[in-house]
Every structure is written in structure tokens, then in C-alpha cells.
């Protein structure tokens, strides 16, 4: 099923396209959507010749967040299981922020809730001028603990606690002004500009580029030591199994407001 979900390929150049591959549900995250993307980066890494990881979205979104649907499931089986799906998935998210080649996201439509932690861990982001955002978890009762850091990193911690507070959606060019993407440009010249990044990553000596980034991310926030990753997990994993997190997800499948959506 991973190979379905999240597709990959590598030319004669070394560089490597990782195509989020469920449309029909604007690649929206599950577990074989994870795994699909932890069996790309064990592929990846044993290549020998690695020197750029693109990564795309099938259809017209690039990644919608966490499946909900899938989300509520989860949430009622135990607390293992719960902290299980969380680890698979910061990791999956640590191991593209770790990766030693440049790693370059192309953004079409929605890219919302993990979706924008999986750019933020990205070392480019050039997106199409339809491209919209937003880290809406608490919307749901849910938080983005395993995704702040790489977003601290990416935006500041002052528009983290903005726009994770808020939920609210932004467009292509306020995520340009604080950070989130590198580019925008128009949607039919979105393959166009990755294009031109990778050449000008391939200029560049691979050992060199995997050595700056890891000296680079030696400063990061999202360079988090094992016992915080381990809380961030913990908190992710006891969160989707709170009240909370019951009444949101039973707004989205009820089509209503949440009980805590006064005046709405």
C-alpha cells in the first residue's frame, strides 16, 4: 500500500522525486501515507549517488494534514497505540528534516496542519501562488507538538504562537513574508522553478552540502534532544485520545461547530 500512497523515483542525475500519492483526499495523512514516507527515506538513504530529494503532491493539493477520519480511529484504541502512530510520524518528519542532501518542496493548493511541518522540515519551500496554509490542530481538540519545532525554525516562534493559536488560513505571500516558503510563483511555473533550484544544488559538492546542513541544524530548534522529542510524542499521543480531541473530531465527521465555538 506504501508504494501506492507516497511514490518515488531517482534519475540518472541522483535526484529523487517523493510524490505524496492520495488525491482523492488531498493527500491527507494515515498510517500508510507514514509508512510510505519512512520506506522512501530507507530507499533513499541507501542510494549511493543521493544528491537532491524533491518532494511533491499528487492532484491539486499538496497535503491537507492528518486524515481526521482516520485521526478519530485511532484515538479510541489504546494508549500504545496512540503513542506508536505519534513516534512513526515525528519521526518520519525528523528523519526528511535530517536527511544529508538538499530536500526542496513544491506546494499546490492546501497545505495545511502537518502538511506544513513536512515543508518546514524541508531546506526549500517554493510554492504556487494559489498555495494556502494553516496549522488549524487545536481547531479539532488536537495539538501540533511534533511539528513546532521544525516550524519554530522555519517561521519564529512569534508566528507559531500566532498562527497555531489562531488556525486561521493564509495565503501564498504571507507565508513568503514570514518564512514558510522561499518562492512563489505562478502554478503553471511551479515544476519550472524546482527545476532551477536542483541545478543550482547540483552545482554544489554533495559532502560539503551534507556537512553545512548538519552544522546548520547543530542551531535549530528542531534539533531537539531525545528526551523532549520523547514529550512531544507523549503529549501528541495523549492528546488525540482526550475529551477535547473526541468533541472536535465528532464536530468534523457531524458537520458542526464544536462546543467550544461560541458565536460561531
Given amino acids: 500500500m506504501s508504494e501506492k500512497v507516497v511514490l518515488r523515483s531517482v534519475d540518472a542525475r541522483g535526484v529523487a522525486t517523493v510524490t505524496l500519492n492520495r488525491p482523492e483526499v488531498s493527500n491527507a495523512y494515515d498510517e500508510a501515507v507514514i509508512q510510505g514516507l519512512h520506506d522512501a527515506m530507507d530507499e533513499l538513504g541507501a542510494h549511493p549517488h543521493l544528491r537532491v530529494v524533491v518532494l511533491c503532491g499528487a492532484g491539486k493539493h499538496f497535503q491537507a494534514g492528518a486524515d481526521l477520519k482516520w485521526v478519530r480511529r485511532v484515538g479510541a484504541q489504546p494508549a500504545e497505540e ?20 538538499p530536500t526542496l518542496a513544491l506546494v499546490q ?29 487545536t ?22 504562537r500566532r ?26 511555473e511551479l515544476r519550472a522553478a524546482g527545476e532551477r533550484l536542483v541545478a543550482q544544488f547540483l552545482q ?38 482526550s475529551a477535547e480531541a473526541i468533541e472536535g473530531l465528532a464536530s ?13
Fill in 252 to 264: 468534523f465527521a457531524e458537520k458542526r461547530a464544536a462546543s467550544w465555538s461560541a458565536g460561531t
Fill in 139 to 160: 481547531r479539532w481538540g488536537l495539538m501540533a507538538g511534533i511539528i513546532l519545532p521544525q516550524l519554530a525554525d522555519a517561521i519564529g516562534v512569534r508566528q507559531v
Fill in 82 to 101: 496512540n503513542e506508536r502512530v505519534s513516534r512513526a510520524t515525528a519521526m518520519a518528519v525528523h528523519r526528511l528534516n535530517t536527511l544529508p542532501v
Fill in 163 to 188: 498562527y497555531a493559536l489562531s488556525g486561521e488560513r493564509f495565503g501564498a505571500h504571507e507565508a513568503l513574508r514570514i518564512g514558510l516558503v522561499h518562492q512563489v510563483v505562478p502554478l503553471a
Fill in 204 to 241: 554544489n559538492a554533495p559532502e560539503a552540502n551534507a556537512q553545512t546542513k548538519a552544522a546548520a541544524l547543530e542551531f535549530a530548534w528542531g534539533a531537539v534532544t531525545d528526551a523532549v522529542l520523547e514529550r512531544l510524542i507523549a503529549q501528541h499521543a495523549a492528546k488525540r485520545r
Fill in 109 to 137: 493548493g492546501g497545505c495545511f496542519g502537518g502538511g506544513t511541518g513536512i515543508i518546514a522540515a524541508c531546506d526549500v519551500v517554493i510554492a504556487a501562488d494559489d498555495a494556502m496554509f494553516s496549522i488549524a490542530e
